[in-house]
């Protein structure tokens, strides 16, 4: 889930990348994001990297393992 650091509202439309993949994926409104279908190394680190304009971009380090769901939360600090 994607949400703003200060509010704690959910941010809909931001980019989500999975690096070192192409994979990307849009937030909803609920500010949640997934990728399906993946086909990555088992039990990997990725980059996960969080865009919206207006927002600080956020990186933040994942651990994939095959067959298994993660949620990750994602705060997006305002620029200043």
């Given at each position: ?6 509010t ?5 439309d931001a980019?989500v ?24 190394q ?26 298994r ?11 200043n």
């Amino acid at each position: 889930k994607v949400y703003d650091a200060y509010t704690g509202m959910p941010i809909k439309d931001a980019l989500v990348s999975l690096s070192p993949s192409a994979h990307t994926s849009l937030t909803d409104y609920d500010g949640r994001f997934e990728f399906n279908d993946l086909k990555l190394q088992d039990n990997q680190q990725y980059l996960l990297q969080v865009q919206k304009e207006s927002y600080e971009t956020n990186n933040k380090p994942v651990t994939l393992i095959l067959g298994r769901t993660i949620e990750v939360n994602i705060p997006l600090r305002k620029e200043n």
